[in-house]
């Protein structure tokens, strides 16, 4: 196959009748495959692949205790040759989508680790969870407790706490560092579901993403209600 093309994209332009076949809210994330950490192996590392953004959050069954879903777009996965021939394919198809670069991803994909200061990509999350869980109004004021997480130290929830809840009702945490903590462990759930779909071996339970954002929805709750509370008081 000439460099360049791929069996996906044979430069047909967009569709005629004005419509993409996928939905009007899928946006798709082009990225190159990187080694997994427990191979030495590349055959899955060459070229770059197309995966679509989770669009609503997962949930744990009842019965069996699995990682459920109800967007199936998740399952697809689209290999190509090279990044043009992924955004051509995106754009031909009407879809929106989000190219990450190599050295973004290896910031990224890293769960195990934690960074000084959050990356864009964090950044992006978080307000993309904020709108889908209603909380738009406060993309500001968690991009500014973001910001402020390297000079506060703020502890990895994961390794200090067993449940997201514990972070929302520790009383030792200011509300800047509560809202931090559950945003960054949120993203850490969300790349090792991220992980997990991409077949990656190294992650072996299932995300706890639905658990973060229940635990953000109870802090914003109790915050909302010590306001309400407060303005009474000074009615009063």
């Known amino acids: 196959m ?11 332009k967009p569709l005629s009748t004005g419509r993409s076949t996928f939905p009007g809210d899928a946006v798709a994330r082009i990225y190159k495959p990187s080694r997994a950490a427990t191979t030495s192996g590349t055959a899955r590392t060459r070229g770059w692949r197309l995966v679509f953004e ?23 996965e689209l290999n190509f040759p090279t990044l043009e021939a992924a955004v051509r394919y995106a754009e031909r198809h009407g879809l929106s ?4 670069n190599p050295t973004e991803q290896a910031d990224d ?25 209603g909380l738009a109004a406060l993309q500001e004021s968690y991009g ?13 929830g994961p390794e200090s706490w067993t449940s997201p809840m514990g972070v929302a009702r520790d009383p030792k945490l200011t509300l800047e560092a509560k809202r931090s903590v559950l945003m960054n462990w949120a993203w850490t759930e969300y790349l090792i579901d991220l992980a997990t779909n991409e077949g990656m071996p190294e992650n072996n339970r299932p995300s706890r993403l639905d658990e973060v954002e229940q635990a953000l929805l109870a802090l914003e709750r109790e915050v909302a209600a010590d306001q309400a509370n407060s303005g009474m ?3 009063a």
């Open 54 to 76: 989770r669009r609503t959050a997962p949930f744990i069954e009842p019965l069996m205790g699995y990682t459920g879903g109800r967007d199936t777009l998740t399952q697809v």
């Open 97 to 100: 989508y989000v190219v990450q």
């Open 109 to 133: 994909v890293s769960t195990n680790s934690r960074s000084a200061k959050p990356g864009r990509s964090t950044y992006a999350f978080s307000n993309m969870t904020l709108d889908r869980l």
């Open 2 to 12: 000439p460099q360049g093309r791929s069996s996906k994209d044979n430069r047909q």
């Open 144 to 156: 500014r407790a973001l910001d402020g997480a390297a000079n506060r130290n703020d502890p990895f």
């Open 233 to 235: 008081r000074k009615a």
